[in-house]
């Protein structure tokens, strides 16, 4: 299946040509367009044939969560900073696999309870008995993504590492798919970078001058005993983003999805959120300002190997996409 095999791809902020280059082989028959950017973006054209027609740029991140190599230990040791956010107590007593293949596991040189959040306390652990044998496989400035295997759970739930955001990039290339003869310009954006900062899809937004843009991603669950409080479940159907802490969604573009929805027979929550962010907030701020609103996908335990999507949100969330894109939208 094309989620599973998104998932298992290894592509850390920075380092997204391994995803890229399969994203672009995937969705090479259905474009009109295919570049890419001098940061990486990859931006895949579908050209509209309506006569009003909107310039639409759609954003779904490549990059995930990983670690990279500061520093090798003369015991063979290997010490690491994170790239993008991630828990270290998650993190802690994780596989991690290199680019080149190098499996590792990640362990402290404090008590488990002494770690709190200083990730330079953790080590990866390759096997090495010596700094000498560890630089034969890992060097300094190396990355590293979680081992999570793609499982299918009860109920229609997967689980894997990186569906934050692969299971975004998915919907866009199914949607892609499902997009034949579109009324508006359409940019799918396979964004780097936005685990650290959403810098892939500012110059994007800067190259495109889009109308509108959407932001397909993840957004936390609250339908499970956690620290955060909302009303996102699993299984609610797709998400349609109304604020969270980097943007406020524009009204109208929100009240069409709705109606799209509602039109379309497409089951769906309101996305709130207290905490989090995603791509829309660079588009919204872009060029003097340009209206935004999102897609997402319900997910519990982001940020580490075992976040956990409901597959039937995932094709609402595709459905929605495809028949969005093709409105009419009436604005200046």
Request: proline share 2%; charged share 25%; hydrophobic share 35%.
């Amino acid at each position: 299946m094309l989620l599973k095999e998104l998932t298992q791809l290894c592509g850390v902020s920075g380092y997204e040509k391994e995803t890229r280059d399969f994203i672009k082989k995937a969705v090479s028959e259905y474009a009109d367009e295919i570049s890419v950017d001098a940061l990486g973006n990859l931006i895949v054209f579908k050209k509209g044939t309506g006569k009003n027609k909107k310039k639409i740029m759609l954003a779904a991140h490549m990059d995930e969560i990983g670690i990279q190599v500061t520093k090798i230990e003369e015991n063979g040791m290997i010490k690491i900073k994170s790239l993008g956010f991630l828990w270290p107590y998650t993190t802690y007593m994780s596989r991690v696999k290199f680019r080149n293949g190098i499996t590792g596991i990640i362990s402290s040189t404090v008590k488990a309870e002494d770690i709190k959040n200083d990730f330079t306390k953790l080590y990866v652990d390759i096997g090495a008995k010596s700094k000498e044998e560890a630089l034969k496989h890992v060097k300094v400035g190396d990355v590293a993504s979680y081992i999570g295997e793609y499982v299918e759970l009860k109920d229609n739930d997967v689980t894997a590492k990186a569906m934050d955001d692969r299971v975004g990039c998915y919907i866009m290339i199914e949607s892609l798919k499902k997009i034949d003869n579109p009324k508006n310009d359409i940019y799918f954006v396979f964004t780097v970078q936005e685990e650290v900062g959403c810098r892939g899809s500012k110059v994007t937004a800067a190259r495109i001058k889009p109308d509108l843009g959407i932001a397909i991603d993840v957004t936390p669950a609250h339908d499970y005993p956690c620290d955060l409080e909302g009303s996102n479940t699993v299984g609610g159907g797709t998400a349609v983003k109304v604020s969270d802490t980097s943007v406020i969604c524009d009204e109208y573009l929100v009240e069409e999805m709705v109606k799209c929805c509602k039109e379309n027979n497409i089951k769906y929550q309101l996305d709130v959120i207290a905490v989090g962010g995603t791509d829309a907030s660079s588009i919204n701020q872009s060029n003097f300002g340009v209206k935004a609103a999102g897609i997402s996908v319900v997910t519990r335990y982001p940020h580490g190997p075992n976040s956990l999507v409901n597959m039937k949100d995932v094709e609402s969330s595709i459905e929605l996409l495809s028949k969005y894109v093709n409105r009419d939208f009436n604005f200046d």
